[in-house]
């Protein structure tokens, strides 16, 4: 049977209610046609993580689809803050669970193992520390070493219902390349019950045979592959695309109040049908192949 | 005396003094990258630069929005994972010097980049912690790089995202955390830290500034010693190297 999806297909699985963790870091292989898909099919009540806050979760949060999000702060790096989650931690309709990058990524990293927990340096000493006990007590423990006797802080394992990760190039089984850092996305994937995978172009299974040892995540653990070119715009996807900076400033403007963030899903989510739609709507054709990298540079 | 050189240029150059050959430094945009090339393309050629989501040894030709950008990535040596730089490199114990910036500081060097305001009542949300505070945890020593205002220089801070020496004295090893910050660069000033107190100590202060003037304009009494020698000034090959080829778009250095 295979993965191939439509994304509309895809974000279908996805129930109300579910934790996904996002691929998304910063302003970079953000998974925005999938986020922009979830508010067109209402999808509510998520969980959302990640290690490092990022423009998919921060639309997400926007549209109000978002209860809880576990992440190690973030930002859209210079061109601002994630506004939309930082409203909502300010007024305390986002129930907020604050690590630091390493400490999200180990929790993934022990979903990943099948490990009961896992022990870190991180986090001690510190108010982030505080707060998590004081929201999320129940992921978190003082353990002692059994061997030394020294007192470690230890954290339970994330396992997300589902991972969706955007990428370079997969096959039809969802055999997925990861050019660039990858930052937490393996371990999401594999911390998972299932991932979905976008990617840019859906290649030969041939051609992922001739490169396996490029294979980041494994196509067992990929429930639906879809192939979705610019879906991670107005972000960058290393190698492939720049970010779209006049559309990451229009954004960033747009989440400035309440009211201009649903103008701004009015327009460029309710507003058009799909991400063909969308993409049409930033410009098309034209206007995209402006931002396709160089070879080389990869930007 | 007219100087040559601004105030951030000092602060890089500061930065860059404090690395040395060989070791391996973990770094955040902005000053710390200034500060780590610079070091690097001058007396610490084969010092390792580390980007926490999974870069090692970059050397951008154009300068990037943030860590994110592809920009900052280029030619790099390992493009890898958080659990690859933070955890096998960082968390196993092999970084010497960790660069931090932040919001606000206190006397003991614990730094905040979470919020401002009262966590309990009224804030406004700012970043939080990325990888600042694993860095802050497992970096042998770190580095602060920060203005000298006396709203970020304060007696107490809104929030410790990242611990320095926490309470001062051995509250840090208490806490199970090894290393500490050994220096914060100001852009009027260097302090160290006390070794037993662990409270911020004057060690230098730039050229054109006053020590008076350093005490007024922070929340809190540092220790200051009997003499305070004048930073060493940027020589004209660092200014050369900073302008023309580590940030010629003035993109870090404001």
């Known amino acids: 049977m295979s993965k191939v999806a439509a994304l509309a297909e895809a974000v279908a699985s996805v129930p109300s209610g579910a934790h996904i963790a996002l691929s998304g870091f910063a302003i970079t292989r953000c998974t925005m046609a999938f986020a922009r898909e979830v508010i067109r099919q209402g999808i509510t009540g998520l969980t959302i993580s990640q290690c490092v806050g990022a423009m998919d979760a921060d639309l997400l949060v926007g549209a109000g689809l978002v209860d809880r999000i576990i992440h190690g702060g973030g930002s859209l790096d210079r061109f601002g803050r994630l506004a939309c989650v930082n409203r909502g931690i300010e007024n305390g309709s986002l129930h907020a669970e604050e690590y630091s990058s390493l400490s999200v990524a180990f929790r993934y990293l022990a979903g990943a193992l099948g490990l009961p927990f896992i022990p870190i340096r991180s986090l001690r000493g510190s108010d982030l520390l505080k707060q998590l006990e004081e929201r999320a007590a129940s992921e978190l423990a003082s353990i002692a070493d059994p061997f030394t006797g020294e007192d470690w802080l230890a954290l339970k394992p994330l396992l997300p219902d589902v991972a969706v990760v955007q990428v370079q190039i997969a096959d039809q089984d969802g055999n997925a390349w990861i050019r660039g850092p990858r930052w937490d996305n393996a371990e999401q994937a594999r911390a998972s019950r299932r991932t979905i995978v976008l990617a840019e172009q859906i290649v030969p299974g041939e051609t992922i045979r001739q490169d396996p040892e490029r294979t980041i995540i494994p196509g067992l653990l990929v429930s639906h592959v879809v192939e979705l070119p610019f879906g991670a715009h107005p972000t960058t996807v290393y190698g492939v695309y720049d970010y779209d900076a006049p559309e990451i400033e229009r954004y960033v403007e747009a989440t400035r109040t309440p009211e201009s963030v649903r103008a701004y899903l009015d327009e460029y989510v309710y507003g058009v049908k799909d991400h063909q739609g969308y993409l049409e709507k930033v410009g098309g054709q034209q206007h995209l192949s402006a931002l396709l990298a160089d070879p080389v540079l990869g930007y | ?254």
């Open chain 2, 1 to 254: 005396m007219d100087r040559d050189y601004t105030p951030s240029e000092l602060m890089a150059v500061a930065g860059a003094r404090e690395l040395r050959d060989r070791e391996v430094v973990a770094v955040g945009l902005g000053l710390p990258v200034v500060a780590s090339f610079l070091a690097k393309m001058t007396h610490a050629p084969e010092m390792t630069i580390l980007f926490e989501l999974g870069v090692i040894d970059p050397e951008p030709k154009d300068q990037g929005v943030g860590l994110a950008d592809p920009r900052v990535w280029y030619r790099a040596r390992v493009l890898s994972s958080f659990v690859d730089i933070l955890g096998s490199i960082l968390h196993k114990g092999r970084v010497d010097v960790g660069f931090l910036g932040g919001l606000e500081t206190d006397r003991f060097g614990n730094l905040n980049t979470s919020l401002v305001g009262d966590p309990k009542g009224k804030f406004r949300h700012m970043v939080g912690s990325g990888g600042a505070n694993d860095i802050a945890s497992s970096a042998r020593r770190t580095i602060i790089i920060m203005r000298h205002e006396e709203r970020k220089l304060k007696q107490a801070i809104s929030f410790v995202t990242s611990p320095g020496y926490i309470g001062g004295g051995d509250s840090r090893e208490r806490a199970g955390l090894r290393g500490g910050p050994s220096k914060v660069i100001t852009d009027k000033a260097i302090f160290g830290f006390h070794p037993e107190t662990r409270e911020m100590m004057l060690l230098s202060i730039h050229p054109g500034t006053t020590v008076e003037d350093v005490l007024d304009t922070m929340g809190f009494s540092p220790v200051v010693p009997g003499r305070v020698p004048s930073t060493e000034p940027p020589t004209a090959d660092q200014l050369r190297l900073i302008r023309e080829q580590i940030d010629p778009q003035r993109m870090y250095m404001g």
